[in-house]
């Protein structure tokens, strides 16, 4: 047994249908940082779950799933982004669905690039809007990803879970009819599922999206190991709803923004988890 591979990611590239890689990479970090060790930690947590999924009927030991490990980082984040977009590229080109561990948020963006894709749909749950231009003098900044999203790639943009950004990114997404956000108050007050229907209401037109997943839309009550947390968030119930009912029509995925050394394991093992949800989601879809 190899922990430094995720759990159940035995199979070769070329046969593989799901490919797992790490960047560990929190050059941007602004709080706190440590979210470069969330790949390995990640890894060895996706060993205490067993293979079979009851909920979805999906084993796990039946899915093509390969680790390519980790991606080399630089101290310069737009050189660790370029090695993200050849690595994303690479599997994207295959006919394989890329899962990034990162690491910060900023590493999403060569992601989502990679598809070269502008009716790609971006779906993003995250505590924070992430909508400025540039922060502490960086562009590629982990605080400017869904800016930068919407700029350069597509204008299907959702956000699930909000309840921080500045006044600029309020007034931003008010004054943008191509935004779809919710902020974690409605997801309380509405219900998830409710949220969903307006999303994919909203992502009708898109034949497939991307979706990522930064830890800290989730309250740092169920998730504290965080790079930013922020209270009053998404319960895990909630978030592997979203990631259950996307799955099927997204082509990748992403889980950002852990930060183990500030807890005792338990947001990386949340994280490992919540991986095994996506690939059993959209592996269950692609077979029926």
């Keep these: 047994m190899n922990r430094n591979n ?5 199979c070769p590239f070329d046969e593989a249908e799901f490919v797992l890689y790490g960047v560990p990479f929190d050059g941007t970090s602004s709080f706190r940082k440590g979210s ?9 947590a996706s060993y205490n779950f067993e293979t079979y999924n009851g909920d979805l009927d999906v084993d796990l030991a039946d899915v093509h799933v390969h680790d390519m490990g980790d991606c080399e ?9 370029d090695v993200v977009f050849d690595t994303a590229s690479t599997i994207v080109k295959a006919g394989k669905i890329p899962i990034m561990m990162g690491g910060e948020h900023s590493l999403t963006y060569p992601c989502v690039k990679a598809f070269n894709d502008k009716k790609i749909g971006f779906v993003v749950m995250d505590a924070h809007y992430d909508l400025r231009e540039e922060y502490g003098g960086i562009r590629n900044n982990h605080a400017c990803i869904s800016r930068h999203v919407i700029d350069d790639i597509t204008d299907k ?20 009819k191509n935004i779809l956000s ?12 409710s949220i969903l229907q307006d999303t994919e209401a909203y992502l009708k037109d898109c034949d497939r999206i991307y979706l990522s997943l930064d830890m800290d839309a989730i309250d740092p ?15 895990p119930r909630e978030v592997r709803t979203v990631i259950r009912r996307l799955a099927p029509k997204s082509v990748g995925f992403d889980v950002v923004e852990i930060s183990p050394d500030y807890d005792w394991g338990v947001t990386a093992v949340l994280g490992a988890k919540l991986i095994r949800e996506f690939i059993a989601a959209k592996w269950k879809s692609m077979k029926h």
């Design 6 to 10: 995720f759990a159940d990611a035995s």
């Design 36 to 44: 470069k060790w969330a790949p390995i930690e990640m890894r060895k």
């Design 73 to 81: 980082v630089y101290s310069s984040v737009d050189d660790t982004l």
């Design 157 to 176: 943009y959702v956000s699930i879970g909000i309840r921080s950004g500045t006044k600029d990114e309020y007034e931003f997404v008010k004054g943008n």
């Design 182 to 193: 919710f902020t974690a108050n409605e997801v309380f007050d509405r219900g998830i599922n």
């Design 221 to 235: 009550a169920f998730a504290p190991g965080l790079g930013t947390p922020e209270p009053f968030g998404m319960t």
